[in-house]
């Protein structure tokens, strides 16, 4: 089984607009909500893509009941746990000039519901099952607890995947995740070192450092508009940037994790899976708002996807 873990769900309000006018009265043509969240994220395109996992997330309030709905109506499975404070709200203005993001902070969440989430991932995970972690802390929340959460995983003998950024990258990743998908920005901010998108054996590398300092099994580099990279210990694979309409960047990154976890779940070849991989992150900038990726889209663009293996 796949699961998700979501720490800082939000709901994504997109209203759009003809144009933003200082002090003057503003008219909203559309208003569409998403739910939102990396892990929510993944989970929704795996059942988009015709799989089966199960999203845990911290949620609370009416936005809280909003994102239920939502996934209820999408058919995503979740546990959610429900706590007192309203779950936040992220406001994007979409118009004819550009987009304009306003993220508003998180609740705090109780110790004791945090002690939840521990409780919640001892009954159902189990030996040799999938986690996905993704996402950024909760207010006043400490990134050693995602050390902890990803030792009880690999204590129980589960696989994780590991995408966050900054101190939780950091100190998460000390607890041996098997698998990192950071972009280009987070990667360097986790080696402290710049290096150009461009420069796959530097960066093939370097990922082959922290694959030996932190045991991971793979890395999952996403180099925005040039591509992406596979690093194990035994190859590298390079895939080729494919041109697409652009309506939305957003969740790109999480259609990418959440295919290449999918097929690999299911039996498929590295190769494949990366391939599934790419067409799927491509597949998400071609939608508006938060809406993901669509299975058609990625199927369309599974024979344009060009990978190949990097000499290192």
Same mark, same amino acid.
């Given at each position: ?75 995503? %499975?979740?546990?959610?746990? @429900?706590?007192?404070? !309203?779950?936040?709200?992220?406001? +994007? #203005?979409?118009?004819? /000039? *550009? ?104 960066? %093939?590398?370097?990922?082959? @450092?922290?694959?030996? !300092?932190?045991?991971?099994?793979? +890395? #999952?580099?996403?180099? /925005? *508009? ?87």
């Amino acid at each position: 089984m796949i699961f998700t873990l979501t720490m800082n769900p939000c709901l994504d309000r997109y209203i759009y607009i003809d144009k933003l006018v200082y002090d003057d009265t503003i008219r909203a043509r559309k208003i569409v909500d998403y739910p939102a969240g990396k892990g929510i994220d993944v989970s929704r395109v795996i059942k988009e893509l015709g799989g089966i996992s199960i999203a845990i997330t911290f949620l609370g309030g009416d936005n809280g009941r909003k994102i239920e709905n939502m996934l209820d109506k999408e058919g995503v %499975i979740y546990s959610s746990i @429900r706590v007192e404070s !309203e779950t936040r709200m992220n406001i +994007i #203005l979409e118009s004819k /000039g *550009g987009q304009y993001r306003i993220s508003m902070p998180g609740a705090k969440i109780s110790k004791r519901k945090l002690e939840v989430v521990f409780e919640v991932l001892e009954a159902l995970v189990r030996e040799d099952d999938i986690v996905v972690i993704s996402g950024s802390l909760p207010q006043g929340v400490k990134p050693e607890i995602y050390f902890k959460i990803i030792k009880l995983l690999k204590d129980r003998g589960s696989y994780v995947y590991y995408d966050t950024d900054g101190e939780a990258l950091k100190i998460g990743i000390h607890a041996k995740p098997d698998a990192i998908k950071p972009n280009i920005h987070e990667f360097e901010r986790l080696i402290e070192k710049k290096i150009s998108s461009e420069n796959l054996s530097e960066l %093939i590398s370097e990922g082959r @450092r922290l694959i030996a !300092e932190f045991e991971l099994k793979e +890395i #999952l580099l996403t180099l /925005g *508009g040039k591509g992406s990279l596979l690093i194990t210990n035994e190859k590298a694979l390079y895939a080729h940037h494919v041109e697409v309409p652009i309506k939305s960047a957003v969740g790109a990154g999480d259609s990418f994790l959440a295919a290449y976890v999918l097929k690999k779940n299911e039996g498929n070849t590295e190769i494949e899976a990366f391939r599934w991989a790419n067409a799927a992150g491509s597949a998400a900038v071609m939608t508006p708002g938060t809406e993901l990726c669509r299975i058609e889209d990625v199927l369309n663009l599974l024979e344009k996807i060009r990978i190949e293996k990097v000499k290192s």
